[in-house]
């Protein structure tokens, strides 16, 4: 799915309004996960796997900025900021890693245990500060409740992978998520 032409032109208007250059709307959206294009190397609004997530993620970063700046964006209906969206996204994506996390230990409790949770972050939290050294969080989170929602969807993904291919390799079938194709490839390569 790709964003729609309305919200690519609303990416660029709130760009302007935060009074971002291009190179921080790029930070910004690689921030929120939106794919890198092969071409330019750097994110693009018309790139075919940009998210409706990514695209209220990237909103509720503008939204801040513009507002202290006096140009306020328009929420979208049923909300009462981007920000709002988003921490309604959040609470969905804490919910989705916590059933993941605890699908690990009670399915593979010689492998995994309550540390799991502060391993991911961790990883994930050093992974985002040296791809991009954009900060956008100002402490290391320790735990699920303490990261954003970009962070969030990166230690999904993590587990999905970490975990993916341990149980892949031993035959389970995961109940709160899917196992990634590549994850799949690399336990079938290892074993």
């Not at 991009?132 to 929602?149: I, T």
């Not at 892949?168 to 899917?178: A, H, L, N």
Request: hydrophobic share 30%; net charge positive.
């Amino acid at each position: 799915m790709s964003w729609t032409e309305k919200q690519q032109k609303l990416v660029i208007v709130a760009t302007r309004l935060a009074g971002w250059n291009i190179l921080q709307r790029y930070m910004v959206m690689k921030h929120c996960g939106c794919p890198i294009d092969r071409e330019t190397g750097h994110p693009s609004t018309k790139h075919e796997r940009n998210t409706n997530q990514q695209f209220a993620m990237f909103m509720s970063y503008a939204e801040p900025v513009a507002r202290d700046r006096g140009k306020p964006l328009h929420p979208p209906r049923g909300h009462a900021s981007w920000e709002a969206v988003v921490r309604d996204d959040a609470h969905r994506l804490r919910e989705r890693a916590h059933r993941i996390m605890l699908e690990a230990i009670e399915r593979v409790p010689s492998k995994y245990d309550g540390g799991m949770e502060q391993y991911v972050v961790r990883h994930v939290y050093k992974c985002d500060q040296s791809e991009s050294g954009a900060g956008f969080l100002e402490y290391e989170p320790e735990n699920f409740s303490q990261c954003d929602a970009p962070t969030l969807v990166r230690c999904i993904e993590c587990m999905r992978a970490f975990v993916g291919r341990e149980f892949e390799s031993r035959g389970i079938k995961p109940q709160s998520f899917e196992i990634p194709r590549k994850a799949r490839e690399r336990a079938r390569r290892a074993s």
